[in-house]
């Protein structure tokens, strides 16, 4: 069953590093933000250290209280060249990413074959309905 599937250890680590460094941006001690997560500090600790796996309504919980999209606390810079660049991403305008997104759609299909990113738009459409 794929729910009982344990999160990867490699993945645990990375969101750990991401929440600790979240935290530390904030200046919160870890009692500060255990409390504005509604967790216990030991759990909170576990959870920066990559002990544990975390929920998804953690993940929720985390984005909001520390004002980031969930998908920010799934990116790991230095882990690959796509999370890279969607570090890169983070930092840019609203103006900025609608002009990338301009050109990515003018693009598409010229230099990878035909459009490859057509089921992510329809399930961002699905995710809207």
Same mark, same amino acid.
């Given at each position: 069953?794929?729910?009982?599937?344990?999160?990867?250890?490699?993945?645990? &680590?990375?969101?750990?590093?991401?929440?600790?460094?979240? *935290? &530390?941006?904030? *200046?919160?001690?870890?009692?500060?933000?255990?409390? !504005? !997560?509604?967790?216990?500090?030991? @759990?909170? @600790?576990?959870?920066?250290?990559?002990?544990?796996?975390? !929920?998804?309504? &953690?993940?929720?919980?985390?984005?909001?209280?520390?004002?980031?999209?969930?998908?920010?606390?799934?990116?790991? $810079?230095?882990?690959?060249?796509?999370?890279?660049?969607?570090? /890169?991403? *983070?930092?840019?305008?609203?103006?900025? !990413?609608?002009?990338? /997104?301009?050109?990515?759609?003018?693009? *598409?299909?010229?230099?990878?074959? $035909?459009? /490859?990113?057509?089921?992510?738009?329809?399930?961002? /459409? &699905?995710?809207?309905?």
């Amino acid at each position: 069953m794929l729910d009982s599937a344990p999160m990867d250890e490699g993945v645990k &680590t990375l969101f750990g590093a991401r929440l600790r460094a979240l *935290r &530390t941006a904030k *200046r919160w001690s870890a009692e500060r933000a255990a409390q !504005l !997560l509604g967790l216990s500090r030991v @759990y909170l @600790y576990k959870l920066e250290r990559g002990e544990i796996d975390v !929920l998804l309504g &953690t993940v929720e919980r985390i984005a909001e209280v520390f004002d980031v999209d969930e998908f920010d606390l799934l990116i790991f $810079p230095g882990a690959s060249v796509r999370h890279d660049v969607v570090e /890169q991403l *983070r930092s840019m305008s609203e103006d900025a !990413l609608r002009g990338l /997104q301009e050109f990515l759609v003018k693009t *598409r299909g010229t230099a990878s074959g $035909p459009n /490859q990113s057509a089921p992510l738009a329809d399930m961002s /459409q &699905t995710a809207k309905d």
